[in-house]
């Protein structure tokens, strides 16, 4: 099993800059598709961005693509988000999260159910 760990939350004003990071021990960090989800008070947890095991292939949602980049580093076993141009409306507990897969290039798992392993979520609050 791998165990996650995320950092880097915190209070920021709109068109700020955050970068947050996910460590992964435990298990074959290579081997994970990896992604970050948020989740807004009353809100069902969605996905922001996710991460094929070679880190050749990345997916956004809508509202992040172009501000957010999604990376990881095989050698660390971490995955960071860098995010930028924050606004209020991205507020919300972030969430990193793991599940295995078979082929490197494959990332495309957008939902919450398709992922086994979490993290305990770092709270990003923007204010306007």
């Known amino acids: 099993q791998v165990q996650l760990v995320e950092s880097g939350g915190g209070l920021v004003q709109a068109g700020d800059s955050l970068r947050l990071s996910c460590a992964a021990s435990g298990g074959t960090f290579s081997a994970y598709v990896m992604a970050w989800f948020r989740q807004a008070p009353g809100k069902e947890r969605d996905v922001v961005a996710t991460?094929?095991?070679?880190?050749?292939?990345?997916y956004y949602s809508d509202s992040v693509k172009g501000r957010f980049t999604i990376s990881r580093d095989n050698a660390k076993n971490t995955v960071s988000l860098q995010m930028n141009s924050l606004k209020p409306e991205d507020t919300a507990v972030y969430y990193c999260?793991?599940?295995?897969?078979?082929?490197?290039?494959?990332?495309?798992?957008?939902?919450?159910?398709?992922?086994?392993?979490w993290g305990q979520g770092t709270q990003v609050t923007v204010s306007s």
């Open positions: 991460i094929s095991r070679s880190g050749g292939n990345t």
């Open positions: 999260a793991a599940r295995s897969a078979s082929y490197i290039d494959v990332y495309y798992y957008t939902a919450a159910r398709e992922y086994n392993y």
